[in-house]
């Protein structure tokens, strides 16, 4: 019989970003248990790993069983003070540095918070551009410097395109700007004129109607613009429109953000960098 | 004599998000290396392991030397047909998987994409909710509902709170608003009005002059806004108010959008939940 509840902290020597990730992606696969995640950021000194212990010791105590704790920890002296805890150890970075190590035939500096840690400056202007241009290109707001997109979402109102655009340009510095398809664009039968130059760049967000009517009714309940057979119409158009001009889509009704934005970066062939 | 440079391969059956994230963190141990790194989403089928292998064998052929191979992959079959290529493979999920089936007494599901696939719609809604809370929240230009913010981010322009409040947002479903500190509100010498029934909220963003300057230049080049002599002025002013209001507050100059958000989460006990 499995427990039925457990706690799970990630500790790191950085924002814990890392340890978090993985350590999710790992208990999604446990059916049946639930997790209480604690998250210990900037655990840099062995101070502060000693401040750790009685918290794992006092969740040892309840009757969750064994705590588990997942580390992204470099320095030996602060993953030794941990692994004294009572808890179950797994300890992400250790395990997979000794192998590259070899490899490499080097030894890693295990210089603390590399991963999230700043990066140069280049870098982080970037990026920062990138997040200002997607800002300043959300929702049709401007129309200037559209040509200087690396991509342009299209799709009706609360299709997802705005996160989708967040997303691409904070994780992976993307030029990301996004366009609404609307009635008078139906009407018309053709795309809005500003995007007409930029028809190469177009990607296209789709949804099921029942989806973006429960998402609309949210903003505006029992409004026409939400019900469901407004939502029906605006997403045949949409999609009449994106394949008369050959935008490639996809459908975000049952994709994360994250899925979404994975999946596009790879059918437009742009290459991601994660920061 | 260590290689000079190294192709990686990020190999996932859902976005390689987890697989990049991790798999960065170790790369960035090993200095003097470069890394070409090649993300690969969505193998989830034998076939799709399969057209992997030429391009790892084109990588080995080169005179990189043998690639590495970072993989999250759940299922067997799929795994060990990317196991047969000749590079060093080092699997993120089944080394940790194993040790947490024995402590759970439990076989994982080994369900594919859970890491960054859709979750309940509730959590979708909840963080699209955060999302579009913190747009219509940026940069003061709504005080409408902002006793709902989770924090109110405070500083000079350009310090970091835009990047910082999407983030949050986006990565942990915080609702984050901001509000700059200009001028008039140093000449007054108390905060905008819209914040005083908040204050408990707030949280200041400060910057070194020298990272201001150079971040405004490049919005407004030779401005007297982006003058170093006007940057220390704001910021001097900004601490001061910060200060009187025991306002928390953190220096962002040399921090990146993770290690900030990280930061304040923290310091505010925020509990973060990561999606």
């Known amino acids: 019989m499995p427990d039925r509840n457990r706690t799970v902290f990630f500790i790191s020597d950085g924002t814990g970003i890392t340890a978090e990730t993985l350590g999710h992606s790992l208990l999604t ?26 918290r794992i010791a006092e969740a040892a105590a309840t009757a969750d069983g064994r705590p588990i704790v997942v580390t992204t920890l470099i320095d030996p002296e602060v993953r030794e003070t941990i ?26 500096t295990r210089a603390v918070g590399r991963s999230h840690g700043a990066t140069n400056s280049t870098d982080y202007l970037r990026r920062i551009e990138a997040i200002n241009y997607t800002l ?52 018309r039968g053709t ?55 050959g935008i490639p889509s996809l459908n975000s009704t049952t994709k994360s953000i994250e899925e979404i934005a994975t999946t596009i970066l790879q059918d437009v062939k742009l290459e991601r960098h994660a920061y």
Not at 158 to 169: E, W
């Open 83 to 108: 692994r004294r805890s009572e808890a179950l150890v797994l300890d992400f970075f250790e395990t997979f540095l000794v192998p590259l190590e070899r490899e490499f035939g080097m030894k890693a």
């Open 136 to 187: 300043s290109h959300d929702d049709g707001v401007s129309n200037r410097d559209l040509g200087e997109a690396d991509v342009i979402l299209v799709g009706v109102s609360r299709s997802g395109k705005t996160p989708t655009c967040l997303y691409m340009a904070l994780q992976f510095g993307i030029r990301a700007a996004n366009y609404p398809l609307i009635p008078e664009d139906f009407e």
């Open 29 to 54: 696969q446990f059916e049946g248990i639930r997790f209480r995640q604690v998250v210990i950021p900037f655990v840099d000194s062995v101070e502060k790993a000693q401040a750790c212990l009685p």
């Open 191 to 245: 795309l809005p004129p500003a995007l007409e130059p930029h028809t190469r760049k177009l990607y296209g967000l789709t949804i099921g109607a029942e989806r973006l009517s429960r998402i609309r009714n949210e903003r505006r309940p029992d409004s026409r613009y939400a019900s469901l057979e407004n939502c029906r119409y605006e997403i045949e158009q949409a999609e009449r429109l994106m394949h008369r001009y």
